[in-house]
């Protein structure tokens, strides 16, 4: 089946500064990559997807950037400001359709 | 249109004892799904209908566990006989055919 893994597992930038996460999964036939926010105590929010056939995807100061080849894809957020603040999860579809979620990466802002 | 709605929002009840929770959907979603998270990790999957079909369940979801979705709308997951180690967050999410999944605040469950 289907694994992903996310690194770093927590992350502190400087308001302003940039900040990246990088998943990898296994699966080749995955094809569709979302991203999720998570604030304590609160539901995962879906901030940004790619699908396979697209290399790059932005948003504002989020972007999402995929190579299939090597199987793995980045989140990229400048310009952090302290509502960043969150735990972030990247996730990958397996063979089936459903989603296999990385551990997740605890992101601090600090000003 | 109000998002994907759980109840309860919590649960706490003594080991041994049977729990139910429920879900609704965004409304015209036709895949829902079920995840479970603990603490520090992401959720796992543990089944999803396409209308009430049912038509995947994890390895994770031992044989107390039993979820429905009998008209293709709401669903709900029961947990029979809770052991400490069933004590999580379970999420419900829903999504149009395999677009994007949009979760629920989720029903935490603590077991005593």
């Known amino acids: 089946g289907e694994n992903v893994e996310q690194h770093p597992s927590t992350l502190s930038v400087q308001e302003g500064d940039s900040a990246v996460i990088k998943c990898t999964y296994s699966d080749s036939a995955s094809n569709y990559f979302p991203w999720y926010k998570q604030e304590l105590g609160k539901r995962p929010q879906l901030i940004i997807d790619?699908?396979?056939?697209?290399g790059e995807k932005k948003d504002q100061r989020i972007a999402v950037t995929l190579n299939k080849t090597a199987k793995h894809f980045s989140l990229h957020i400048t310009e952090t400001q302290p509502e960043d603040s969150a735990v972030y999860f990247c996730a990958a579809t397996d063979s089936w359709g459903k989603l296999q979620f990385g551990a997740g990466t605890q992101v601090v802002v600090t000003p | 249109d109000t998002g994907v709605s759980q109840n309860p929002r919590h649960k706490i009840t003594k080991r041994g004892q049977n729990v139910t929770f429920r879900c609704d959907p965004i409304s015209e979603h036709n895949r829902l799904y079920w995840y479970r998270q603990t603490l520090g990790q992401g959720p796992e999957f543990l089944t999803y209908?396409?209308?009430?079909?049912?038509?995947?369940k994890s390895r994770l979801l031992s044989d107390r566990f039993s979820a429905e979705r009998p008209k293709g709308s709401f669903s709900t997951l029961e947990i029979q006989r809770t052991e400490q180690g069933d004590s999580a967050m379970y999420l419900c999410?829903?999504?149009?055919?395999?677009?994007?999944?949009?979760f629920g605040d989720g029903t935490r469950l603590s077991i005593l």
């Open positions: 790619i699908r396979s056939n697209v």
């Open positions: 999410a829903s999504s149009s055919g395999e677009g994007p999944q949009h």
């Open positions: 209908f396409q209308n009430e079909a049912q038509l995947e």
